[in-house]
């Protein structure tokens, strides 16, 4: 396991974390600063999978709060390559 302080998406770019201290299970990204954010990098999975070398991925958990759609969408030639895919 690699932790890395990122963010994913669709294209490589910043973006703000936008945190909730009452419930951090609802932190999200954001364009807009504010008192509670934090700039992030943002990353595609495609780019991740080329520095990290993709091995044997058992298993890939996605929970982003909204941001799904974006986040596959960076991951495109990931997913063309997996053998069972699960929703």
């Known amino acids: 396991m690699v932790c890395k302080n990122m963010a994913l998406g669709s294209v490589k770019t910043k973006m703000q974390i936008s945190t909730n201290f009452q419930n951090m299970g ?4 954001t364009t807009t600063a504010n008192p509670n954010s ?10 991740v999978i080329k520095e ?3 091995g044997e991925i058992g298993l890939v958990k996605i929970d982003v709060e909204g941001f799904e759609v974006e986040v596959l969408r960076g991951g495109e030639e990931f997913l063309k390559n997996l053998v069972h895919l699960s929703f």
């Open 52 to 54: 990290f070398g993709q």
């Open 38 to 47: 934090f700039e992030i990098d943002v990353v595609r999975i495609d780019d």
């Open 26 to 29: 609802r932190n999200r990204v």
